[in-house]
C-alpha cells in the first residue's frame, strides 16, 4: 500500500466505515455461529438439545447482545444514520429479556420459549448485520435488500409474544426466590414480579411504535431502491 493509499484510509470517512464493517462482521459471526449450532444441536439431539441452548451458547449470546450497545453510541456521535428511540426500544428490550429475565433465572434458561426466542433473534440479525455490513462496502444484492427489510414483519411481533410469555413464566420464580425484590431505604419496597407485570404492557406499547418506524423506514428504503434500479 503506497502513501497515498495509506493517508485515503486514514480519512475519518474511512475509519468509520472500517469500524462499521468491523462491528457489523463481528455481530454476524457471533450471531451466525449460534444460529448454526441450534440447528446442528437440534437436528443431532433433538429436543433434548433444548434444555441445554443457554448453556451451550449463552457465553457468545452475552458477547453480542453486550456489544450491541454500541449501536447507541454508533447513532448519538453521528456514525451510524439511525433512529434513536426505535434502536433504543429494540435493544433495551432485550437485553431486559435476556439479562433479567433469562439469565437471572436457572430454570427459565431450560424452557422451549428461549430457544423459540434465541433462533428468532439470530434470524433477524444474521439478515441485518448481513445487509449493513455489505452496505458499507457499497454493495447490494436484490433479494437481501428486500429481506432485510420484510423478516421482521412476520418474525418481530412473534419475538415479542415470545418475550411477553418469557416474562409470564419467570414470574412464579421471581415471586418464590425474590430475586430483584428489595426494600429501599425510604421504607419503600420493590416487588420485582409487580415491576415486570408492568413492563409487560410496556412491551406491546413499545412493539407498536417500533413496529411503525420499522415499517414507514421499510417503505422508504424500498422506494429509493426501486428508484436506483430504475436508474440503472
Not at 156 to 180: H, K, N
Amino acid at each position: 500500500m503506497g502513501p497515498g493509499a495509506l493517508s485515503a484510509w486514514l480519512q475519518p470517512r474511512y475509519m468509520k466505515n472500517a469500524y462499521l464493517f468491523t462491528y457489523y462482521l463481528i455481530q454476524f459471526c457471533g450471531h451466525s455461529w449460534i444460529f448454526t449450532n441450534m440447528i446442528v444441536r437440534f437436528f443431532s439431539f433433538g429436543k433434548d438439545s433444548v434444555v441445554d441452548t443457554f448453556y451451550a451458547i449463552g457465553l457468545v449470546m452475552r458477547f453480542c447482545q453486550s456489544i450491541s450497545l454500541l449501536e447507541l453510541l454508533h447513532i448519538f456521535v453521528g456514525i451510524e444514520s439511525n433512529y434513536f428511540l426505535p434502536r433504543f426500544l429494540q435493544l433495551t428490550e432485550r437485553i431486559i429479556i435476556f439479562f433479567v429475565v433469562i439469565t437471572s433465572q436457572e430454570e427459565i434458561q431450560q424452557k422451549y420459549v428461549v430457544c423459540v426466542l434465541f433462533i428468532f433473534w439470530n434470524l433477524l440479525d444474521m439478515v441485518r448485520y448481513t445487509y449493513s455490513m455489505l452496505a458499507i462496502l457499497g454493495i447490494s444484492y436484490d433479494v437481501l435488500t428486500w429481506l432485510s427489510q420484510t423478516l421482521w414483519l412476520p418474525i418481530y411481533p412473534l419475538c415479542v409474544l415470545a418475550e411477553a410469555f418469557a416474562i409470564y413464566q419467570s414470574l412464579p420464580y421471581f415471586e418464590s426466590v425474590g430475586t430483584y425484590s428489595t426494600m429501599l431505604p425510604s421504607a419503600i419496597s420493590i416487588y420485582f414480579p409487580y415491576v415486570l407485570k408492568i413492563y409487560l404492557m410496556m412491551l406491546f406499547i413499545g412493539m407498536y411504535f417500533t413496529y411503525s418506524h420499522l415499517y414507514s423506514e421499510r417503505r422508504d428504503v424500498l422506494r429509493i431502491f426501486s428508484i436506483k434500479k430504475k436508474k440503472m
